[in-house]
């Protein structure tokens, strides 16, 4: 809607001075049609390699919900008794700033590993590589935001 008034407002403005000083005789050409702006289409994730299933699902319950929480919003159980609070993973904000490498590290390796908290464990003797990046696949979903 903005740019149709800016457009307008442009043609506008473009009319008036090329009015100012022109001599009576002169005939006045027809503004011509300005361009066609394209917008492109809202454009669609495309389908992750890891997709989220109901296994995922039930392994965030199991061992993140308790400091994450159910929902993702940083208010698990523990939480309280930590002294970094544990990342909102329905918060795009920060999450979008992320690669979904950084995030895969940060579940296998820690906290530590990718220079955040020592409280985050590290789950590469708990869970395999596709779950950890099913794991990322569904944070994303929490988040509904894209890698960087």
């Known amino acids: 809607m903005n740019r149709v008034f800016i457009l ?6 473009m009319g008036i001075l090329t009015g100012c000083g022109q001599e009576p005789a002169e005939q006045k050409k027809p503004p011509t049609e300005p361009p066609a702006v394209s917008i492109p289409p809202a454009q669609s994730p495309a389908p ?16 993140c919900a308790q400091c994450h929480g159910t929902a993702g919003h940083g208010n698990g159980i523990n939480a309280p008794h930590l002294t970094v609070p544990p990342r909102d993973h329905t918060k795009a904000d920060y999450l979008e700033t992320r690669t979904d490498e950084h995030l895969f590290i940060a579940i296998q390796q820690g906290g530590l590993a990718v220079g ?29 935001c894209q890698a960087l």
């Open 8 to 13: 307008i407002g442009g043609i506008t403005l």
């Open 48 to 63: 992750r390699a890891h997709p989220v299933t109901q296994e995922t699902r039930d392994t965030y319950q199991f061992y």
């Open 116 to 144: 955040r908290a020592p409280c985050m464990p590290s789950w590469q003797h708990t869970l395999d590589e596709n779950t950890i990046h099913s794991l990322v696949s569904y944070i994303r979903e929490l988040c509904q």
